[in-house]
């Protein structure tokens, strides 16, 4: 059985990620969308809220055998301890291959067997990260375009409150 975990920061969710985890729902038996608690970063929105929303839009598709978690330690120590064998993730760009590189060399040093899988962007969505989203946000950008209505309408609420 193939049990996938999909990782990230997911801050906010967008559109790419959305086309990533249902092609990997068609390729996997199991995918954990798995929320990535990286005390490093200043996020947006904490995990629980990310979780959520993510929960949520799993839910209005019909993703059936998508889950979401929160991590938060080591990917290799989720991966174990949740008995997942592939890792997911998404390559938009060249400037995105050396840093997955790198990553999945890391991962697979540290568990042999996991293996790393990467799906490519649908074109539509080459251009998306959730940094663009955010800087959009900021500058009361429309943001529409890069992410559902519900997860669009929590981030301009976070923004409305930030002093700029
Ligand atoms: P991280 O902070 O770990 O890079 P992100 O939430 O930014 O997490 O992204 C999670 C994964 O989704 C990464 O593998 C990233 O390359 C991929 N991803 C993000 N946006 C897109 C997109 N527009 N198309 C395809 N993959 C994407």
Do not use: C, W
């Not at 906010?12 to 729902?25: K, M, N, Q, W, Y």
């Not at 993703?63 to 174990?80: H, P």
């Not at 760009?93 to 790198?102: R, S």
């Amino acid at each position: 059985m193939s049990k996938a975990i999909y990782p990230g920061s997911f801050d906010p969710l967008t559109f790419g990620h959305i086309d990533i985890i249902e092609r990997a729902s068609k390729i996997f038996d199991e995918v954990t969308v798995v929320v990535l608690n990286n005390s490093q970063k200043n996020h947006l929105f904490s995990a629980a809220n990310r979780v959520s929303m993510i929960q949520d839009i799993v839910a209005g598709n019909g993703f059936k055998n998508v889950s979401v978690d929160i991590s938060e330690g080591l990917l290799v120590d989720y991966a174990k301890e949740n008995k997942a064998n592939v890792v997911i993730r998404g390559l938009r760009a060249i400037t995105d291959f050396e840093y997955e590189l790198q990553i999945a060399q890391v991962n697979r040093v540290q568990l042999p067997g996991l293996e790393t899988i990467f799906l490519t962007t649908s074109l539509d969505y080459s251009y998306l990260s959730s940094t663009i989203v955010r800087e959009f946000a900021k500058y009361k950008g429309d943001i529409r375009k890069f992410l559902p209505e519900s997860v669009a309408q929590k981030v301009e609420a976070k923004f409305a409150k930030k002093e700029l």
